[in-house]
């Protein structure tokens, strides 16, 4: 599939090509796939399962806002893989890099983000949705500091942007990086991912939920 995906989109590709390029028969190819699309979809899922681990595996660096040892991760992962970065490389490409970002922001959201606000709230106890639960009798689902109220909504919102913009700003430069050629080394776009994201830490967290609590008490006066 994948020598075919290089020269043609997956809706051109037939059952009949497949098995003829792979030298083996129909029976063989259904019964391990019901078509050319679950296929496809099976090396889609192998991917995002592969870029999910990655990212839990370095959940706590990234608690501490240490993207680095993740990002090395991901250019290593490709390296002798041909066939991993064949199946990047094709016309369905983009779908697949769509998938990896929202697979990357997800993990973010249910493990760094909770953690983040930990150290936001004086580590009192959060909850599975990310925002800081609140220990006393008053019922409430905000967590009040000096110097904001967490609560879910607000705590989702800034989770989703900026896990999204990070796993973006990661996935976008390994693309470019295959469009180029791969003529940089692992290193240097490490080196140079990392600086482009390193201001997407814990304290950017913070202040972005200033802003939004800033922002949605604004709009409350009017």
């Not at 967490?150 to 989703?160: F, G, H, L, Q």
Request: charged letters at 25%.
């Amino acid at each position: 599939m994948l020598r075919l995906l290089a020269d043609k989109p997956l809706n051109r590709i037939t059952v009949t090509e497949l098995t003829e390029l792979a030298d083996v028969n129909r029976v063989t190819f259904y019964a391990h796939y019901h078509d050319v699309y679950d296929m496809f979809d099976q090396l889609r899922l192998d991917l995002i399962e592969m870029y999910t681990g990655m990212t839990y595996r370095h959940t706590q660096e990234m608690c501490n806002g240490d993207y680095r040892p993740f990002i090395r991760e991901v250019y290593m992962s490709l390296d002798g893989r041909e066939q991993l970065l064949s199946l990047l490389s094709t016309p369905s490409g983009g779908n697949l890099y769509a998938d990896i970002i929202d697979a990357i922001s997800k993990v973010c959201t249910e493990t760094v983000a909770p953690q983040i606000i930990l150290g936001i709230t004086g580590g009192r106890a959060i909850g599975n949705d990310g925002a800081a639960a609140t220990d006393d009798a008053s019922g409430t689902d905000e967590t009040t500091t000096d110097q904001m109220t967490v609560d879910p909504t607000m705590a989702k919102t800034i989770s989703d942007y900026q896990f999204g913009y990070i796993a973006g700003g990661v996935v976008n430069m390994l693309k470019d990086w295959f469009r180029r050629g791969r003529r940089e080394s692992i290193e240097l776009m490490v080196g140079m991912t990392s600086n482009l994201i390193s201001h997407s830490g814990p304290e950017v967290y913070r202040e972005n939920l200033q802003l939004l609590g800033e922002t949605t008490e604004t709009a409350g006066t009017h």
